[in-house]
């Protein structure tokens, strides 16, 4: 099986930042793209950032230029680096990956069980 554990998530003010952490395991050969989502009280989920396995991100508009992710392959980590937070980003921020169990399997995908990020006014 494989698991992914977020960590990092917290009470900041307006205007802090905050840096939340994706920790995949278990049977792993490869991930190939991973993500962050995030579900607002009330509000459907919403795609966040994507980075693929070389590093490519793309970014929803309301976070450009704040939020920047990177990853750790060797790690199988990934990293969301959020700055300069407003009240409308708290939410529930989920990762996700598309992991290959073993060479030449199907890809398979994986949710996080979220962690709350809250920013206050």
């Known amino acids: 099986q494989v698991q992914l554990v977020e960590s990092g998530g917290g009470l900041v003010q307006a205007g802090g930042s905050l840096r939340l952490s994706c920790a995949a395991s278990g049977s792993i050969f490869s991930i190939t793209d991973m993500t962050w989502s995030r579900q607002a009280p009330g509000k459907q989920r919403e795609l966040v950032a994507t980075?693929?396995?070389?590093?490519?991100?793309n970014y929803i508009d309301s976070v450009k230029g704040r939020f920047t992710l990177s990853r750790d392959n060797a790690k199988n980590t990934m990293y969301l680096q959020m700055n300069s937070l407003k009240p409308e980003d708290t939410a529930v921020y989920y990762c996700?990956?598309?992991?290959?169990?073993?060479?030449?399997?199907?890809?398979?995908?994986?949710w996080g069980q979220g962690t709350q990020v809250t920013v206050s006014s």
């Open positions: 996700n990956a598309l992991v290959l169990r073993r060479a030449g399997g199907p890809l398979n995908n994986y």
């Open positions: 980075i693929t396995s070389s590093g490519s991100t």
